[in-house]
């Protein structure tokens, strides 16, 4: 299993950025695929999961209603849509794939076993 995670970059508070990541290898009709980010000195934190099988979609509290998760079965990708992004927000991202975890494994980041390399996304305020 490959995942690539792009799409970061260096934006302003309020802005909005794309990730996207690339995901091949296998069928992931089973699959969780989940976006993690980790800031300097900080744990890596889930924010937010979508099924790949029913589209299901899971949030942190943090990026509710600011971020959307969503995918393309046909293209084998999954999208996180950031918009009123916050410094807050600075990490660098990751793409990460688990086998039909249990709920609470969703929101686990040792719960998923394929991961992407991250991309840096920095808000300035």
């Known amino acids: 299993v490959q995942l690539q995670a792009s799409g970061g970059g260096l934006v302003q508070a309020g802005d909005s950025l794309r990730l996207s990541c690339a995901a091949s290898?296998?069928?992931?009709?089973?699959?969780?695929m989940g976006w993690f980010r980790q800031a300097p000195g900080k744990e890596r934190e889930f924010v937010a999961a979508?099924?790949?099988?029913?589209?299901?979609?899971y949030y942190a509290d943090s990026v509710k209603g600011r971020f959307t998760i969503s995918k393309d079965n046909a293209k084998n990708m999954v999208y996180l849509q950031m918009n009123s992004l916050k410094p807050e927000d600075t990490a660098v991202y990751y793409c990460?794939?688990?086998?039909?975890?249990?709920?609470?494994?969703?929101?686990?980041?040792?719960?998923?076993?394929?991961w992407g390399q991250g991309t840096q996304v920095t808000v300035s305020s």
């Open positions: 990460a794939a688990a086998e039909a975890p249990y709920y609470s494994d969703v929101f686990n980041p040792e719960k998923y076993a394929y």
């Open positions: 290898g296998r069928t992931f009709s089973r699959y969780i």
């Open positions: 979508i099924s790949w099988s029913t589209g299901s979609t």
